[in-house]
Nanobody, 126 residues
Framework: QVRVVESGGGLVQPGGSLTLSCAVS????????IAWFRQAPGKEREGISC????????YYAHSVEGRFAISKDSAKNTVYLQMDDLQPEDTGVYYC???????????????????WGKGTQVTLSS
């Protein structure tokens, strides 16, 4: 059984930064493709970043490219999402998901990954 747990959300001012963590247990993060998604109030879930399991190739949605960075610490089985220059539209619940057979090329349109965390809230204050 694979378990995914997000942490690191919080309240931040526009222009600020946060780092989210995604801890994967039960199976190494290296054997899973890991993706980050978010859902803002009243909006559909959005794929924002993905790291492929084989070569660690990373992908970003246009809305976060240049501001967010995904990385991995294999020794800790943890994937991080560094978020800089946060804006009010970045508010939402951020989810991490893992799947050994998922293709990152689909992360902006297909959300059917096997293992999901419960999410962590990111709120931009005015």
């Amino acid at each position: 059984q694979v378990r995914v747990v997000e942490s690191g959300g919080g309240l931040v001012q526009p222009g600020g930064s946060l780092t989210l963590s995604c801890a994967v247990s039960g199976r190494t993060s290296d054997s899973n493709t890991i993706a980050w998604f978010r859902q803002a109030p009243g909006k559909e879930r959005e794929g924002i970043s993905c790291m492929a399991k084989d070569y660690g190739t990373v992908y970003y949605a246009h809305s976060v490219e240049g501001r967010f960075a995904i990385s991995k610490d294999s020794a800790k089985n943890t994937v991080y999402l560094q978020m800089d220059d946060l804006q009010p539209e970045d508010t939402g619940v951020y989810y991490c998901a893992a799947d050994p057979d998922y293709y990152c090329t689909a992360f902006t349109t297909y959300f059917g990954m096997d293992y999901w965390g419960k999410g962590t809230q990111v709120t931009l204050s005015s």
